[in-house]
């Protein structure tokens, strides 16, 4: 099976602008959890979606939203972007629990690394 | 507050010796915790997951133990190689629901030198 794709891999915006990061979870997975990860910070959960709905949610402002497909695709974006923003956007899917033992287990994607200027 | 502490400080050992890293939790009570390890710019990669009726578990080189008492839980590489240098992170899974929500430790860097 294919892993976990993020599109794109690296990305440089401006203060002020927005940005939409894409991410294709392994075939059959239905829940996507997003993450950010900064040296500071270290990584952190975003959101995780699951049949197209969010499912939980992490302790981040409004300017950072999400949504699911129903091939299961997510995608992230990330409104009025600040210099804080820079990190790596890491996305990661698992099996539904109950069928598969190791359901708890996330397949992390390579991740996009977003530079604010 | 809830809290996952890792060594932050690098780790160096000589390859060949076992490397023993550290993951201290509070204010959780986990139904189970996870190893990852990261390479850098790469996204992590799951090594091993151990449930709270778990004391030990182990792949290849790789074992971990897991104390509820001590909330606290060791992960070791035997036989440590230089391709073993990396940034291991500890997870729990803090979700209220059937979902995903892993709060990771701030990762343990070691370096095995040959």
């Known amino acids: 099976k294919a892993g976990v794709t993020q599109t794109p891999r690296y990305l440089i915006k401006t203060r002020g602008q927005q940005v939409t990061l894409s991410c294709s979870p392994i075939s059959g997975h239905r829940s996507v959890s997003w993450y950010q990860q900064t040296p500071g910070q270290g990584l952190q959960f975003l959101f995780e979606?699951?049949?197209?709905?969010?499912?939980n949610k992490g302790n981040f402002p409004g300017r950072f939203s999400g949504r699911q497909f129903s091939n299961s695709r997510s995608e992230m974006n990330v409104s009025t972007l600040e210099l804080g923003d820079s990190a790596l956007y890491l996305c990661a899917s698992s099996q539904p629990r109950g069928l598969d033992l190791a359901q708890e287990t996330q397949y992390f994607g390579p991740g996009t690394r977003l530079l604010v200027l | 507050s809830q809290k996952i502490e890792q060594n932050s400080e690098a780790l160096n050992i000589q390859e060949g010796k076992t490397a023993t890293l550290t993951c201290n939790y509070t204010n959780y009570s986990p139904a189970y915790l996870q190893w990852y390890r990261q390479d850098p710019g790469r996204g992590p990669v799951f090594l091993l997951l151990?449930?709270?009726?778990?004391k030990e578990k182990r792949k290849e080189r790789l074992k971990v133990t897991f104390d509820t008492t001590l909330k606290q839980s060791l992960f070791h590489i035997t036989a440590s190689q230089p391709a073993d240098s990396a940034t291991y992170l500890c997870a729990l899974d803090i979700s209220p629901n059937a979902g995903n929500m892993l709060t990771f430790g701030g990762g343990t860097r070691l370096m095995v030198k040959p």
């Open positions: 151990i449930r709270e009726n778990e």
């Open positions: 979606y699951f049949s197209e709905t969010q499912r």
